[in-house]
Each structure stands twice: as structure tokens, then as C-alpha cells.
């Protein structure tokens, strides 16, 4: 959920919940006022009748008026208490009964005790409470509709230089040295983000330079001396004879040289990998490179008396020839130095995803398998091969998965998510 919206989501449920108590609060307050108002003016009346009794002795005639009745009734040894009460009020107008407000009091003339009923309408209050009550829902809806619209608009345009500057990190590309330009705002915030991603993209383009010139100058110092070893052993190796030490001796320094030199490919071309730094990027046809990369094994397969047997769709993807190359030399020289005199091999290629299976021994590493130098105890490898393998998948947005089914050993390549 974007930030915008959930604030939107925050903002409105607690201007709901606000509207809702604050409305409760006022139209309990406002009942009590309009109930106390009404009650003042039952004291009056009252306060009128006793006046009218003290002055003439008697009773005023009891009365129905359209908003107000007067009712005695003498009682008998009983005093009642005054009190206010809600009750019915009939109007003789409409001919209906409606809700009333009473005052039932008493007066004493000559002797007796009166009670009195004096009842006004509460029909013009209650139209009220219910007119100010419309009132305030109708501005609680217009004011929950404007929080909406101004969140809706006035928010997405503050936020606007936010989704510019993000737009801008997900476009920028190392390799290509360019800058994040400055997005104008007047917000200091996202002044401050401006300010921050170009310092961050400072720092990863200097960290990248420096990266690159160590990869160049390692190739080149390495490369040098690993020539000059080899040369010297080719040399030295006819020269003249050697004793079977010498020559076992000899032997070693030619296959640790061999393979330093290897290691110092493997590890090149996974930096190159890490950091695009391969440019080359194409349209081919992997079904016709691995037909050939078949052909290329055949005398492998045939020496270990390996089965190969594929199904092959056409299936074109786009990416770098020289990397599909490795990625299926990888593939396929894992699938032959894992498996068994004997064995067999299966490539599956559709639309979807490439799928090598072989037979061959279980494997120890299962969850590490792609990790650097990660490798089982018989390998003659160096544990790099799948580790190139996942990059190059990375690289091109690839799925590589791997698992153990019935004996096998199944690697399979998604050319998607």
C-alpha cells in the first residue's frame, strides 16, 4: 500500500471516529440545553400560577393551548414532589399525541392541597435537535468528501518531486556514469532526499571506478606473471630430461599454475558479471547453441559411455552470446563431472525454462550449492562454475532452481519470474 494511501486510510477513520464522538457530545448537549430551556419555561408558568393564587385566591382555569395544557387535580393527604418528566402531549390542532415536557407541582388554597400538571410541547425542540442534527451530518459528509479530494490531489502533488526522484534512482545506471538531476521543490524534505541521492550516487560511481580500475589492473598484473610461469615451465620442461621426481614436481607446478590461471578467469568474469560490464546483448537461438554444445561433448559422453537425449523446442532469448556460452558450459560440464560411468543426461528445452537432469551420486550441499567455492569433497572443480552460472541468471533476470528427484540431479533455468 503507498504511503499516500494509507495515510488517506489513517486520516479519514479518524476524522470518522472524531465526527462520530464529537456529534454524539453535541447533540447530547444541545438536548440538554433545549431540555433545560424548556424546563425554565415550565418554572415560569408555574411561577405565574402561584402569583395568579396568591393574588385572587383561586385558580386559574385550566387551559389547552396548541403548545401547552394546564391540568389540577386536588389530592388527599398525599403532598407529590416536584418534578420534571418527560411525557405525551396531545395536540388538539393535529389531533395526535406528541412527545411533552411536564412540571408537576403543587399549591395550597384553603387547605387543599393542588397538584398541578403544566405541559408544554417538545415538538419544535426535537424538529430542531433533528434539524442541527441533518446539519451535521451534512457538513460531516462535505468535510469527510473534502478531506478525500484534498488528500487525493493536493497530497499526490506533494508528492509528486518524491515519485520524480524514485523514477530517477530506478532509471539510474552505474555504468553509464550519468547523474540524478535535482528535482525543483520547496519542500525541505525531499530537498534534503535530492541532496542525499546524489551524494549516494556520487559515492557509487566513485566505488565503481574503483572497482573497475582494480578488475583492469588485476587482470593485467595477473595475467603477466601466469604467463611468464607457463612459458618458463614450456621451456624448461625441453630443456633436458628430468628424474621422475622432478618431473611429478614439475608436473604440480604446471597444474597449480593451470589452475590459478583458471581461478583468476573464473573470479574476473564474475566481477565483469557483477558489475555489466559484458555489453554485448542479442537475440539468439538457444536451441542451436545447445545442439552444438552437444557436439562439443560428444567425446566426453562417449568416453564415460554417458546417454544423452533431449527435447528441444526453438526458443529465442535475449542476451549476451559469449555469456550463454558459459552458461551452458557450466551446465553441461556440472551434469558430466557429477555423474556416473554409465549414466545418462535429459535436456528439456521449451518457452518457459531449460532443464538439465543426470543421473549421478547425492549431493552434500543442496542449500549451498550456488555459493562460492562451494563444492563437493570428490570435485576436481574449483566451486565457481554455478556460481558464474547464477550470476549470468541474475544478470538477465533468470530463475535458476536445483533439486534431487528420483536419483536425479535436475538443474533448471526460468526465463522469467
Known sequence: MKLSNR????????????????????YVVIHFILTEKLD?????????INQYVNTFHKLPLPASYLDQQISYKTLSGIISEREFLNTIYFNPKERENEPGRSLITVV???GKTIEVTITKSRVESEDLIRIILLITLGITVVLLLSLLLINRFVLNRLWRPFYSILNRMKAFEVTRMDTIEQEPTKIDEFNELNKSVNAMAERVRQDYKELKSFTDNASHEMMTPLAVINS????????ESFTAQQGALLEDIYHATGRLSRLHQSLLLLAKIENNLIPDFQNIELK?????????FQELLEKDRLILTENLAPVEVKMSRYLADILLNNLFSNALRHNVSGGHIHIELDQQALTISNSGKARQ??????????????SEGMGLGLAITKQICNLYGFRIDYREENGEHVFTVYFGD
Open 7 to 26: 495515510y488517506n486510510k489513517a486520516n479519514i477513520l479518524t476524522s470518522i471516529v472524531v465526527l462520530i464522538i464529537t456529534g454524539i457530545i453535541y
Open 232 to 239: 618458463k615451465l614450456d621451456s624448461l620442461l625441453q630443456t
Open 288 to 296: 542451436e547453441m545447445v545442439e552444438a554444445k552437444s557436439r562439443q
Open 40 to 48: 425554565r419555561d415550565l418554572a415560569v408558568e408555574e411561577n405565574e
Open 365 to 378: 550441499l543442496q542449500t549451498k550449492i550456488f555459493d562460492r567455492f562451494s563444492k563437493s569433497v570428490d
Open 108 to 110: 395550597h388554597l384553603d
